[in-house]
């Protein structure tokens, strides 16, 4: 039986790397890539030299400009990332029957079954680096190994640059001493309780008998000290479509009340999720974008441990954006929302969930059977019902 390789590859900064292509001024500059200037606007990716001025994606441009006078601030580019990504995929297709691509500099690919066409897994992964940064002068951190899991926590812990190979048998052995918190999909409710048994080391995880592991974490515990030893059986998604799920709401007048506003990111938070769920996905990032009357655009974002799922926390997270994001006094004329790095439900990164966690989930699986059932909108939540029962808004898909 042929055995299963996953090569993870991680282009650390990624944005940022692609903006010092498009303008070479850029190289050797501390800069940020940021939707505006001032308030409350977030940094979504950082230049190595801003990172030594301990700057970090997610931190507020404001404090980022207090650590750099004159810090140089690169609006986004999706057209250039998208052109980036299609160099990437031109790349990986020669090399991966299938793969999965964030859009953001983090790639699976499965290799299995390639080594009489491309030789041992390090070898091909290396061709791989070798011809993306040929193609797009951009370099990868990469890893090797039998599955998704135990390839991004090597990657990771090299990062930002090398190759790295961990062969079949050696899982264990390798994650025995790297830090808890490489692991993915770590919650901060799962990292609190960690800290406190005192662990720093996944192999103190992973040397948990069922008892202990369930007793210490509930009853994700045996899966968290499953992962601790290397244990993944997630696929990389054939099709390699970087999916995305979008929903606009149109206001038929301008609005300013936060009562109407917060009902339609609800409304699309319902629909969009829906939607999503239907298709058994959840969502790694959450966008949000507000066109003010006057035709200025807001945008902001959210990424997340794990998958969004349910619409209650989808609604939390936009509601964080849009107070983030959305701050000037100006009447709103449309909002748009979109679920990106989306991943199948088959396996769920955050290993620790409440207990109402469950309940929500069954509460939700029975309003999503009634919409299924009756069309949507046949069932919603009063905050959507007060602020579109006038007719303040209708949505596009």
């Given at each position: 039986?042929?055995?299963?390789?996953?090569t993870?590859?991680?282009i650390?900064?990624f944005?940022?790397?692609?903006?010092?292509l498009e303008?070479?001024?850029?190289?050797?500059?501390?800069?940020?890539i940021?939707?505006a200037?001032?308030?409350?606007v977030?940094?979504w990716?950082?230049?190595?030299?801003?990172?030594?001025?301990?700057i970090r994606p997610?931190?507020a441009?404001?404090?980022?400009?207090r650590?750099?006078?004159?810090?140089?601030?690169?609006?986004?580019?999706?057209?250039?990332y998208?052109?980036?990504?299609n160099?990437l995929?031109t790349v990986?297709r020669?090399?991966?029957?299938?793969w999965?691509?964030?859009?953001?500099?983090?790639?699976?690919l499965?290799i299995?079954?390639?080594?009489?066409?491309?030789?041992?897994?390090?070898?091909?992964t290396?061709?791989?680096?070798n011809?993306?940064?040929?193609?797009?002068?951009?370099?990868?951190?990469?890893?090797?190994?039998?599955?998704?899991?135990v390839?991004?926590v090597?990657?990771?812990?090299?990062?930002?640059?090398?190759?790295?190979?961990?062969?079949?048998?050696?899982?264990?052995?390798?994650?025995?001493?790297?830090?808890i918190?490489?692991?993915?999909?770590?919650?901060?409710?799962l990292?609190?309780?960690?800290?406190?048994?005192g662990?720093r080391e996944?192999?103190?995880l992973?040397?948990?008998s069922?008892?202990?592991?369930?007793?210490l974490?509930?009853?994700?515990g045996?899966?968290?000290?499953n992962?601790a030893?290397g244990?993944?059986?997630?696929?990389?998604?054939?099709?390699?479509?970087?999916r995305?799920?979008e929903?606009r709401?149109?206001?038929?007048?301008?609005v300013i009340d936060?009562a109407?506003?917060?009902?339609?990111?609800?409304?699309?938070?319902?629909?969009g999720?829906l939607?999503m769920r239907?298709e058994?996905?959840g969502?790694?990032?959450?966008?949000l974008?507000?066109v003010?009357?006057d035709g200025?655009?807001a945008?902001?974002f959210?990424?997340?441990?794990?998958?969004l799922?349910?619409?209650s926390?989808?609604?939390?997270?936009?509601?964080r954006?849009?107070k983030k994001?959305?701050?000037?006094?100006?009447?709103?004329?449309?909002?748009?929302?979109?679920f990106e790095?989306l991943?199948?439900?088959?396996?769920?990164p955050?290993?620790?969930e409440?207990?109402?966690?469950?309940?929500?989930?069954?509460?939700?699986?029975?309003?999503?059977?009634?919409q299924?059932?009756?069309?949507e909108?046949?069932?919603?939540?009063?905050?959507?019902?007060a602020?579109a029962?006038?007719?303040?808004?209708y949505?596009?898909?």
């Amino acid at each position: 039986m042929t055995e299963r390789t996953v090569t993870h590859l991680n282009i650390v900064g990624f944005r940022a790397a692609v903006a010092a292509l498009e303008d070479s001024a850029l190289s050797g500059r501390p800069y940020v890539i940021a939707a505006a200037s001032g308030g409350r606007v977030i940094a979504w990716d950082v230049s190595p030299e801003a990172i030594k001025q301990n700057i970090r994606p997610g931190m507020a441009l404001s404090a980022a400009e207090r650590l750099v006078r004159g810090l140089t601030v690169v609006p986004p580019n999706p057209a250039a990332y998208q052109k980036a990504n299609n160099v990437l995929e031109t790349v990986i297709r020669r090399y991966a029957p299938a793969w999965q691509n964030d859009g953001n500099g983090n790639l699976y690919l499965d290799i299995t079954g390639t080594r009489k066409l491309f030789g041992p897994p390090a070898d091909c992964t290396c061709h791989i680096q070798n011809e993306i940064n040929d193609n797009l002068g951009i370099k990868a951190a990469a890893a090797t190994a039998t599955n998704k899991l135990v390839s991004k926590v090597a990657s990771r812990a090299i990062r930002p640059l090398g190759l790295i190979e961990v062969r079949p048998g050696d899982e264990a052995a390798f994650l025995a001493h790297q830090d808890i918190t490489l692991l993915p999909g770590l919650g901060p409710s799962l990292l609190k309780t960690i800290r406190v048994t005192g662990f720093r080391e996944a192999g103190e995880l992973a040397a948990l008998s069922d008892g202990e592991a369930a007793a210490l974490f509930g009853g994700k515990g045996v899966l968290l000290r499953n992962a601790a030893r290397g244990i993944d059986d997630s696929p990389v998604s054939a099709g390699n479509e970087r999916r995305v799920i979008e929903r606009r709401a149109d206001f038929s007048e301008d609005v300013i009340d936060e009562a109407v506003i917060r009902g339609a990111l609800a409304y699309l938070a319902e629909h969009g999720g829906l939607e999503m769920r239907n298709e058994k996905l959840g969502a790694g990032t959450i966008r949000l974008a507000a066109v003010y009357n006057d035709g200025v655009e807001a945008q902001g974002f959210e990424k997340t441990k794990r998958p969004l799922v349910l619409d209650s926390e989808i609604m939390t997270a936009l509601y964080r954006i849009y107070k983030k994001a959305v701050n000037r006094r100006i009447r709103i004329r449309s909002m748009e929302i979109r679920f990106e790095d989306l991943a199948h439900l088959g396996y769920q990164p955050d290993l620790f969930e409440p207990e109402t966690q469950t309940k929500n989930l069954k509460v939700q699986e029975a309003v999503d059977k009634i919409q299924n059932r009756y069309g949507e909108g046949k069932v919603m939540r009063g905050i959507v019902l007060a602020a579109a029962s006038p007719g303040n808004f209708y949505q596009k898909q």
